[in-house]
């Protein structure tokens, strides 16, 4: 799934796109490379590329940053997959019917982010802030050009003001989720110093102002403010996210985020060719676990600080897709206490439990209190129906047989951690159900 559909995973074929836009060709140097050095060209390439890519007209003052489209697309890629696994739904895949709302906290001079992603969602909304009044100016224009007004409202803010004004500023109460591509230095200093410690020209002129490029704390400062009003709003946003610049600055806000209980957050890298890398966090106060690929996309990252695998796959020799599914339906059916639907034709299912309910100490306590309902069997069955509560459950998964047809060996189990905050419990279903899967 991670950027599979990201049409910039090659370099960009300038000498094609020059064909496609006279404009990018006035710029393109005889041996059909471009000049980064020069910023007129580096403006040119993003207004092309939006051009001929995604229909989008902007145009790009030359005192404010540059936003490059193939690191940007990275960006809302990646939030679309955070969002499409963890919809109430559990689908896991895109839901064009699912209307979506989202902040850009720094939206730059061409709101970018709100127009890549409304280019290609056509039920998601933004809501783009700025404290910069040039910012402000250029990116209405950009978005009034295209016809966007109706879903991306650009909304002027103070440095004293929250950095997620819900309610106050914006007139929701709630977010999908917030996006945010932060200030990465701390002084003028350090980003002069920066700039003269690489050991080559910087990839892409670089026209930003000081107050895009620069904030007191450098990155680590603002995203912390960010955290602490997360504490604040929770589930009012269902995920809060934002780019760096440096990977050091991830492992320190992770650590940041275990200290404060967080059991649900994410990380990833943007690697755009070999000249550019960013890298992402997000994190939820909702139990709504994204897949794998998702969440653990940074491969160079400690290990005990990446998110909990969000699934666990076991291969299953000598035995038939169907038959290891009629195993799996009856052991999930035999369990007290466990919501589960499976669909044989699919070779799949989703089940909800409040607790451990497969443990031997679980099992002996139902036997318990199944003694004592034998007195009044006739609302057994509806007690132990009420008793499962999707929404307050411990734990959703889903488990799913696939059968490789080149291996005749037998099918692989996937489940997929769905639901919940306990790393511990879905670790122990795991291992419940290969155990019971492998049992002769």
């Known amino acids: 799934m991670k950027f599979s559909r990201n049409i910039y995973k090659d370099e960009v074929d300038f000498k094609a796109l020059a064909l496609q836009s006279p404009e990018f060709a006035k710029h393109l140097k005889p041996n059909d490379q471009l000049d980064f050095s020069n910023p007129d060209s580096v403006r040119q390439l993003t207004k092309s590329l939006l051009a001929r890519d995604f229909g989008l007209k902007v ?37 064009p019917d699912r209307e979506v709302v989202g902040l850009d906290i720094g939206t730059g001079c061409c709101s970018i982010y709100p127009l890549l992603g409304c280019a290609q969602r056509p039920r998601w909304k933004f809501i783009a802030t ?185 291969h299953v020799s000598n035995n038939v897709i169907d038959a290891v599914g009629k195993k799996i339906d009856a052991e999930m059916r035999s369990l007290p206490l466990l919501q589960w639907h499976w669909r044989p034709g699919l070779a799949s299912g989703i089940g909800f439990a409040m607790e451990n309910v497969w443990s031997r100490q679980a099992r002996r306590k139902r036997q318990k209190q199944k003694e004592q309902e034998q007195a009044d069997p006739a609302t057994t069955a509806q007690k132990m129906e009420e008793e499962v509560n999707e929404e307050k459950a411990a734990l959703g998964f889903k488990i799913q047989l696939k059968q490789d047809k080149a291996v005749e060996e037998g099918p692989t189990v996937v489940v997929r951690w769905l639901k919940g905050t306990d790393s511990v419990l879905f670790e122990s279903f795991c291992g419940m159900l290969k155990r019971k899967v492998e049992e002769k």
């Open 130 to 314: 700025d404290i910069d009044d040039k910012n402000i100016n250029w990116s209405r224009r950009n978005v009034s050009q295209n016809g966007l007004e109706s879903r991306i409202k650009i909304v002027k803010t103070e440095k004293t003001d929250p950095l997620i004004p819900l309610g106050t500023k914006f007139g929701v109460e709630s977010l999908d989720f917030t996006m945010c591509n932060p200030p990465f230095y701390e002084s003028q200093e350090e980003m002069i110093a920066s700039a003269q410690a690489k050991e080559r020209p910087p990839f892409s002129a670089c026209t930003g102002a000081e107050v895009e490029m620069v904030t007191p704390g450098g990155e680590i400062a603002f995203v912390s403010e960010m955290i602490e009003e997360s504490l604040k709003l929770r589930d009012r946003v269902k995920w809060y996210t934002t780019m760096f610049g440096k990977l050091s600055s991830v492992s320190v806000i992770v650590e940041n985020l275990i200290e404060l209980g967080n059991r649900n957050y994410a990380v990833t890298e943007f690697v755009q060719g070999s000249k550019t890398r960013r890298w992402a966090v997000a994190w939820s106060w909702r139990d709504l676990r994204p897949t794998t690929s998702v969440a653990r996309g940074i491969t160079s990252f400690p290990k005990h600080l990446l998110p909990f695998p969000s699934e666990f796959t076991f």
């Open 59 to 95: 145009d790009l003052p030359d005192d404010r940053l540059c936003p490059p489209v193939p690191n940007r697309l990275n960006y809302i890629l990646w939030l679309q997959d955070l969002i499409d696994t963890t919809g109430d739904d559990y689908r896991d895949d895109y839901d």
